[in-house]
């Protein structure tokens, strides 16, 4: 699988099926750079961990 590179992929965030990512937090800042990017709205619900 892609590893998600945040130093080259933050500018412009494209996500591809199985793409893994440190942690969540990464995730999270991916997404919303892809939403500024993008111009889309987006909202993060609560974490639950089991």
Do not use: C, W
Not at 17 to 29: A, H, Y
């Amino acid at each position: 699988f892609k590893k998600f590179r945040s130093e080259t992929y933050l500018r412009n965030p494209q996500f591809r099926l199985g793409m893994q990512f440190v942690n969540i937090e990464e995730v999270k800042e991916a997404i919303k750079e892809y939403a500024i990017v993008e111009g889309k709205s987006i909202k993060f619900g609560k974490h639950d961990s089991q």
